[in-house]
DNA sequence: TCTGGGGTCCTAGGACCC
DNA sequence: TCTGGGGTCCTAGGACCC
């Protein structure tokens, strides 16, 4: 069956990155089962993988499949620099890229044909550049639709390529595992085995309302059209952040004012300076708290108005914290407090000439410059309409201790996303 | 001996409005 | 005098991705 359209969108992905460049940095790695982080498995190479290691591991877990492993500290300022240089390979080719995280990115090359040759010519030379001018494998996968040539990256792993042709998009698919489809997880596959789909090519068997009634509307709907090859995504070059969030894991800590207003403090701190520098301002804040043995509660609270003043933000999700622990009296440890905001909007015209984002604002609790206290005036008039008169207090800024992340890492992670 | 941090999207129930 | 339907927004939780 013939289809329509042609392959002209690349997904090129590098390899086992974070663990890559570390072999790239340090030869004495190079072959060796190593893995990137401590606690937990960040990354880990394909000697380490070959044991059975996992990123997401515990550090543990990964010790005991694979003696040998080696963890190495990361450079984490390297993985940045290193992805920006590869970005700039693929931007050598196409300006039509989305980079969808820190090491990956779709093309489109529809327009870079008649320069540089077929998609798949194409795909060949830019892991040629890579490899010769970074050092570090990239596999990539050339098809018709952004989902297809996710999928066809990851069977092009380690360090290949390959091109789907949109004649064969049926016949490369269907033997396939369901899992390599993007959203569908572990919860989703299993849901899927019971009914004896393992594969995309049973998945093509199944019709679109059996799915919606096993998945959801969203998931099954999406999983019927992406079996029959329909994916209508674009590439898009800019997206907007639709939230911004910080979160700090605490071992486990005493659920106490000190603990919250400290943690909470220090969160705000680093979220309110993005949301700012994003010139954005946020209606909803969302706290996760998280227990002992991993259960976890959020409490959300959405404003009248965008506020982006430290202080507000600060004064919100210490009061969220303090509901979300009244109403779990049975816990007494807290291991890990979050922070997102969402609904985004862009900060008034009028408030885009003050100085917002200056330091100032944060050294000087409760105060506010111009014309952003109308907005934060009103949010806090919300917080005591709902909290009473009491529930505002000040916080301190300071977080001692108790960060074990690395500060490169959390800035990398706040890069890595689209 | 249960493990990091940053995100997106979806679902379900309830409040509220017309 | 208590009954319909539709839409939007908010809240809490969960699956999933890198």
């Known amino acids: 069956m013939k289809r329509e359209g042609t392959a002209t969108i690349l997904h090129a992905d590098l390899d086992a990155f974070y663990a890559s460049v570390e072999q790239l940095l340090d030869p004495s790695l190079r072959g060796q089962p190593i893995a990137v982080?401590?606690?937990?498995v960040l990354a880990a190479s394909y000697e380490a993988r070959r044991c059975g290691v996992r990123a997401g591991m515990a550090g543990w877990a990964a010790r005991r499949l694979c003696p040998d492993i080696r963890f190495v500290g990361g450079h984490f300022r390297e993985y940045q620099r290193l992805a920006d240089e590869v970005m700039q390979v693929f931007n050598d080719f196409t300006p039509l890229l989305e980079r969808v995280s820190i090491d990956e990115a779709f093309l489109e090359?529809?327009?870079?044909?008649?320069?540089?040759?077929?998609?798949?010519?194409?795909?060949?030379?830019?892991?040629?550049?890579?490899?010769?001018?970074?050092?570090?494998?990239?596999?990539?996968?050339?098809?018709?639709?952004?989902h297809l040539a996710k999928v066809a990256s990851r069977v092009a792993k380690p360090d290949g390529v390959v091109v789907v042709d949109p004649s064969r998009e049926r016949?490369?698919?269907?033997?396939?595992?369901?899992?390599?489809?993007?959203?569908?997880?572990?919860?989703?596959?299993?849901?899927?085995?019971?009914r004896g789909i393992h594969t995309i090519g049973d998945l093509a068997g199944v019709s679109s309302p059996i799915l919606q009634q096993m998945l959801g509307t969203a998931s099954g709907t999406k999983l019927?059209?992406?079996?029959?090859?329909?994916?209508?995504?674009?590439?898009?070059?800019?997206?907007?952040?639709?939230?911004?969030?910080?979160?700090?894991?605490?071992?486990?800590?005493?659920?106490?004012?000190?603990?919250?207003?400290?943690?909470?403090?220090?969160?705000?701190?680093?979220?309110?300076?993005?949301?700012?520098?994003?010139?954005?301002?946020?209606?909803?804040l969302t706290v996760r708290v998280r227990f002992t043995g991993l259960r976890s509660?959020?409490?959300?609270?959405?404003?009248?108005?965008?506020?982006?003043?430290?202080?507000?933000?600060?004064?919100?999700?210490?009061?969220?914290?303090?509901?979300?622990?009244?109403?779990?009296?049975?816990?007494?440890?807290?291991?890990?407090?979050?922070?997102?905001?969402?609904n985004l909007i862009e900060e008034p015209p009028l408030q885009?000439?003050?100085?917002?984002?200056?330091?100032?604002?944060?050294?000087?609790?409760g105060s506010t410059v111009g014309s952003a206290r109308w907005g934060v005036d009103r949010s806090v008039d919300a917080i005591r309409d709902k909290f009473g008169r009491a529930a505002i207090g000040y916080a301190t800024v300071v977080f001692s201790g108790v960060d074990r992340v690395p500060e490169e890492f959390r800035e990398l992670a706040e890069h890595a996303g689209p």
């Open 109 to 146: 090359v529809a327009g870079a044909v008649h320069l540089f040759g077929p998609p798949g010519r194409i795909a060949a030379e830019i892991r040629g550049r890579v490899r010769s001018e970074i050092g570090l494998a990239v596999s990539v996968g050339v098809a018709r639709t952004k």
């Open 352 to 365: 885009l000439e003050l100085p917002l984002a200056l330091p100032d604002e944060r050294l000087r609790p």
């Open 224 to 284: 019927a059209s992406l079996s029959a090859n329909i994916d209508p995504r674009a590439i898009e070059t800019t997206r907007k952040a639709k939230s911004i969030g910080a979160q700090a894991a605490l071992g486990a800590r005493p659920a106490t004012r000190a603990v919250v207003t400290e943690t909470i403090g220090y969160l705000t701190d680093r979220v309110s300076g993005r949301l700012r520098g994003a010139r954005r301002a946020a209606r909803t």
């Open 171 to 194: 016949e490369f698919l269907a033997p396939l595992p369901v899992g390599l489809i993007w959203g569908v997880g572990p919860v989703t596959q299993a849901r899927l085995a019971g």
């Open 37 to 40: 982080g401590g606690g937990v």
């Open 297 to 342: 509660v959020t409490r959300s609270m959405t404003l009248a108005a965008g506020v982006s003043s430290t202080v507000t933000l600060t004064e919100v999700a210490i009061q969220l914290v303090f509901q979300a622990l009244a109403d779990h009296p049975g816990e007494r440890q807290i291991t890990l407090l979050g922070l997102s905001l969402s």
